[in-house]
């Protein structure tokens, strides 16, 4: 699976912004998806999980009920809306794929997946 991430950018704090991965692959609703992120001098963390069909969802405590993971298998496009932005959300983000049976559990760490693209930098000035 070949991701592209996009619409990272400055924000001030309190702000939204909306993240977008696109995947290029046939089978990408085959794929549970996630979001990672990494601060400068931090190691990579889970940020939001989202299983093959949008069903089920699982969100690190850090930005639960003020982000949004969402997928489009149609468009083969995976989304985090971003809301009420903090400055400790700075960080590039990246989008991860893991092809999965249907019944898989969302993984939350790095090594669950094994797609990764290209991080798109979110900077949340405060």
């Known amino acids: 699976v070949q991701l592209q991430a996009s619409g990272g950018g400055l924000v001030q704090a309190g702000g939204s912004l909306r993240v977008s991965c696109a995947a290029s692959?046939?089978?990408?609703?085959?794929?549970?998806m996630a979001w990672f992120r990494q601060a400068p001098g931090k190691e990579r963390e889970f940020v939001a999980a989202?299983?093959?069909?949008?069903?089920?969802?699982y969100y690190a405590d850090s930005v639960k009920g003020r982000f949004t993971i969402s997928r489009d298998n149609a468009k083969k496009m995976l989304y985090l809306q971003m809301n009420s932005l903090k400055a400790e959300d700075t960080a590039v983000y990246y989008c991860?794929?893991?092809?999965?049976?249907?019944?898989?559990?969302?993984?939350?760490?790095?090594?669950?997946?094994?797609?990764w693209g290209l991080g798109t930098l979110v900077t949340v000035s405060s």
């Open positions: 991860a794929a893991k092809r999965v049976i249907l019944t898989a559990p969302l993984g939350t760490r790095p090594v669950d997946y094994d797609s």
């Open positions: 692959v046939v089978t990408f609703s085959y794929n549970n």
């Open positions: 989202i299983s093959r069909n949008g069903g089920n969802t």
